[in-house]
Structures are given as structure tokens and as C-alpha cells.
């Protein structure tokens, strides 16, 4: 599965990422963040373009995985 890793950035930079991960086409994919603001965004960008999302977290970072 492939992991769009945008730990560490700040937005707009994981939705960016996760915008390019949806142009390649390969799901499911799964972003990694590691706050609550780039969360909501991509969780944000993902349901306002008709895609399902998936939130669990470990330790201090979350793992949203994305598929159609």
C-alpha cells in the first residue's frame, strides 16, 4: 500500500501530497501527520472530492487511509 509520509509539514504541504497520491490512482493509500490541523484538512480534501476515509492513530501521529 503506498504511504504518502507528511509528517513534520505543515499545510498546505499533506494536502498537496495527498492531491498528487489521488492523481496516481493507486488505492487504497494511507497519509501519515503527525497534527491535528493537517488531519482535518486531508480528512477535509478526501470526503469533499467523493473519497472514504479511514482515521487511527499511534502514539503521536495519525494514519488516514483513503480509497474510492
Known amino acids: 500500500m503506498k504511504i504518502v509520509d507528511a509528517r513534520g509539514l505543515s499545510c498546505p504541504e499533506p494536502v498537496l501530497m495527498t492531491k498528487r497520491a489521488v492523481k496516481d490512482g493507486e488505492f487504497p493509500f494511507r497519509v501519515l501527520v503527525n497534527d491535528e490541523t ?6 477535509r480534501f478526501a470526503k469533499n472530492n467523493g473519497f472514504k476515509t479511514e482515521l487511527s492513530s499511534e502514539e503521536d501521529e495519525y494514519i488516514i487511509e483513503i480509497s474510492k
Open 38 to 43: 493537517p488531519k482535518e484538512n486531508v480528512i
